[in-house]
């Protein structure tokens, strides 16, 4: 079977529309009128928040300070690394002994 024999079967079911029959039909609205124009500003500026300014919120993406609930009291970034130094000194003691061990 070739491309041309499905074709002709495509074009003869009556199921299918056709670009032809949809032409028949209603004409669709042009939605680029003057009146659909000016309702359309008219809801957008009633939607539109008047008193909004972008420049009243921070860029989304620049970096941001930590926030407070991350370093309680007494804690600090600076601290945060230390303890991350002390905890991978500790794994890699750990890690030297158990090597002793098994050798």
Do not use: C
């Not at 041309?4 to 003869?12: K, Q, R």
């Not at 500026?45 to 972008?54: G, N, P, T």
């Not at 860029?59 to 407070?68: G, K, Q």
């Amino acid at each position: 079977m070739n491309s041309d024999d499905l074709m002709s079967d495509f074009m003869s079911d009556p199921a299918v529309p056709t670009p032809s029959d949809s032409t028949k039909g209603a004409v669709t609205p042009a939605w680029n009128s003057k009146k659909f124009r000016e309702e359309y500003d008219l809801y957008k500026r009633r939607l539109q928040d008047q008193k909004f300014s972008v420049a009243d919120y921070p860029d989304p993406l620049a970096p941001r300070p930590p926030h407070p609930k991350q370093y309680p009291k007494g804690t600090d970034p600076e601290l945060e690394r230390r303890l991350h130094a002390l905890i991978a000194d500790v794994k890699a003691s750990l890690a030297a002994e158990g090597n002793r061990r098994g050798a």
